[in-house]
């Protein structure tokens, strides 16, 4: 389930409302058995290293989305391949920043995880769906 801090939150309205420019998104991993909260910001999650690890951008026009009740966005899967041996890493889950400003967007912890990284030819795959829901 994707979560919203209020930084996200914050920023997703000024897109909303014309008061903050579109950016690209930037996926990310976490390897720390990160905790969501509504204080998060993208200082708040330790970002996978080694193994050839590189963020991977995610530009608006890769997104999809379907009105509907809910509406949905949701963009091409999103592969992480792992090139270099090392330790075995744990990936708990991923975050995107906005790309230019560095602000945090949103979080998902993956099910089943934590998922180990260890050898040069493991691959990552997560493919980015955001569900909006009335609030209730």
């Known amino acids: 389930m994707i979560y919203l801090a209020n930084v996200s939150e914050a920023r997703m309205l000024a897109l909303i409302f014309g008061l903050a420019a579109q950016e ?5 991993l976490y390897s ?14 330790l970002e996978m290293s080694g193994h050839g690890y590189t963020p991977v951008l995610v530009p608006p026009l890769d997104w999809t989305i379907t ?3 809910p ?6 899967e999103v592969q992480w391949p792992f090139s270099a041996i090392g330790p075995p890493a744990p990936v708990y889950g991923v975050f995107f920043t906005w790309q230019t400003s560095g602000i945090l967007a949103f979080q998902e912890r993956l099910g089943g995880g934590p998922f180990m990284v260890s050898s040069a030819g493991d691959l990552l ?9 009335p609030e209730t």
Not at 24 to 28: D, E, H, I, Q, Y
């Open 24 to 28: 690209s998104l930037v996926a990310r």
């Open 32 to 45: 720390d058995n990160h905790a969501d909260s509504p204080a998060d910001t993208a200082a708040s999650f």
């Open 67 to 69: 009105p509907g009740d």
């Open 71 to 76: 509406s949905v966005a949701e963009a091409p």
């Open 125 to 133: 795959a997560y493919t980015p769906r955001v569900t909006l829901r």
